[in-house]
């Protein structure tokens, strides 16, 4: 009987997800803003406290348990039991992801939870949104530490501490930013960043442990605005374009220049580069008024992902690119650059009101 419930939570599950898609508004009622904020606030705070990842410890234990356990399965002749419990954590695994993560694909989208007008845009006020992202940019970036090649280096004095700032900060927008509401985690570093280096993964969230993942290999001017990307996964913000659109709105009201200079320069990254793919002659030029300080940031950013160039790239993006899509997010990766129309719509709700 335990096993035959356990097997039947993969059939539930993918009842609940696609009835959650069929139903936005009652996903977000009942279960992004109903059971999920219970299970992240009882459930979030057994690994959450812990400055040290359990999931990354996981993803290695866990495999070498299931090669070991079938192995002795197979000596045995016990087939029938092994398929059998497979399929058991089959369920347990696809039933937790499901509330940890998959069903807040479903909610509505965030331009209309923050009551923003998303809409086609003219290259106009895409061109005029890179300008002031490249004004803001500048200002910032004279505000940061930098090293003796005048790149970013993150002021805070250790990981733990720029965690802890990230996480106070993350309480002070859910005051005014309703859906950022509730318990925050740390957002723990990756023991082995450099392999996801290699992978192209700059962060990195498990439904199943509820636990927020940063590479800290990368440049630094990445790790503020990526903390608080997988910090707003936590929160039930699950579609890539609105948790970077999230980790620019909240480092922008942070008034920490570290997260305000992170989260400009990726809001900057987009917006560029979807202006570079609709007009060129206008990218050129808007471009042409970054600071030094800029110029070496992003320099030193192409060179240090020069490195990784190869097939275990290309393989993680096509992996990535599968998962998005199985998650509804049907333009795959592309949906990171959708990141723009919400900076558009904000932007256009700050020229109305002034």
Known sequence: MKRAFLILLVPISILLTN????NPQ???C???EGFYRFWTAAFGRVFGYLPFSVSQFLIVLVPLGVVVYVAIEILKKRFGRM???ILCAA???WFLFAIGAGLNYARPPLGEVLE???RPSTVAELAALTETLVAQANELATQVARDEDGIMIISARSYTALSSQARAIFRVAGEDIPILRGFVPHAKPIVYSRFMSRLG????YSPFTLEAHVNVDVLDYHIPATMIHELAH???IMREDEANFIAWLVGKRSGNPDFMYSGAMLALTHASGQLRRVNRDEYNRIMSAQSAYILADRRANWYYWRQFDGPLAEISQNVNDAYLRAQRQEDGVQSYGRMVDLLLAYHRSLITIS
Not at 19 to 22: F, V
Not at 201 to 204: A, D, F, K, L, N
């Open 30 to 32: 009942w279960f992004s």
């Open 83 to 85: 398929f059998a419990n």
């Open 19 to 22: 009835l959650a898609h069929r």
């Open 234 to 236: 936590f929160r039930g």
């Open 116 to 118: 923003l007008e998303v």
């Open 91 to 93: 369920g347990v695994l």
């Open 26 to 28: 009652v996903a977000e």
């Open 201 to 204: 993964i700059i962060g990195i």
